[in-house]
């Protein structure tokens, strides 16, 4: 026969019941307070697997990063223009009015290279934050790259001859 028992709310502990005052349905308590339990730590995983996804950005970020070289040569053989698009920051570090040595201007390129998209993806991840919808954050990113480009126009003076023609 069943012997009532009662679970403390404080401690984790059980044990029996003195008066035989306790509800006979404790089975039933037990069952929902398992199946709370079950609810919670399915809320839990939910909650920690969309803080992970909040870092899609970043990852994405760091994985063109890596790539980044191999996507730099293809766009040199294929359309040498294209660079001024996405590697702006890149062409921007590696002229000569910043006014640092060759080998430093060769070095500080390599790690903008490596550097660009893992920023860009830090920017993405922040602006995402803030209820910004997907197109809105790519039209930041790409208004970035459109002053990166100006910028470029600007120093290199294609912009100057162009409107002295």
Known sequence: MHEPSY?????????RAETPAVPDHIEQIEEEQRAFRAWLRLQ??????????????????IALGVVSPHLRALLVRRHPWMLWVVFP????????????????SGTLSLLI?????????LIVQWVLRRD?????????VFYLHYLCLLQ???VSGALSRALLR
């Open 89 to 104: 920051l890149v062409l921007l570090a590696g002229r000569p009015e910043l006014q640092v040595g060759a080998h430093l």
């Open 152 to 154: 470029l126009l600007m």
């Open 113 to 121: 290279l490596y550097a660009q998209f893992p920023l860009e993806g």
């Open 7 to 15: 679970t403390s709310v404080y401690r984790f502990e059980r044990f």
């Open 132 to 140: 910004v919808t997907v197109p809105g954050v790519a039209g930041r």
């Open 44 to 61: 839990r995983i939910r909650l920690g697997l969309r803080r992970a996804l909040d870092f899609w950005p970043l990852a994405l970020g």
